[in-house]
């Protein structure tokens, strides 16, 4: 038996915006230079990628992405220094919440696995 937790942010009306999802498509967009491949690679269209970072955007307050215009040879979009402090941030939670449930569950798994 194993427990599977899945963290995610909401806001005010207990609406998720932002989970594992977001990071992974923040981690591809900082490697690649851009939304269209990270979404690619994710199986997301460009579109529902951009609603998906500007929902994040709004729900954050803050910028997430610098737009480089400049056509596919020198458009690039790299990500803001709060960015990659948020991705940062959000994995640690996610590890330590991670931590927490596993140890909560080794008392569970005692009694019934």
């Excluded at 427990?3 to 992974?24: I, P, Y």
């Amino acid at each position: 038996m194993k427990l599977h937790v899945k963290l995610a942010l909401a806001n005010g009306q207990d609406e998720e915006f932002c989970g594992a999802g977001v990071l992974q498509l923040l981690e591809g967009i900082g490697a690649h230079g851009s939304i269209q491949r990270a979404a690619r690679e994710m199986g997301l269209s460009y579109v529902k990628a951009l609603k998906i970072l500007n929902r994040v955007e709004k729900e954050l307050g803050q910028t997430l992405l610098e737009r480089h215009k400049g056509g596919a040879e020198r458009g690039r979009t790299e990500l803001t220094p709060f960015a990659r402090r948020f991705m940062r941030d959000f994995a640690r939670l996610r590890v330590r919440v991670g931590r927490a449930a596993d140890a909560a569950f080794a008392g569970f798994q005692r009694n019934y696995g």
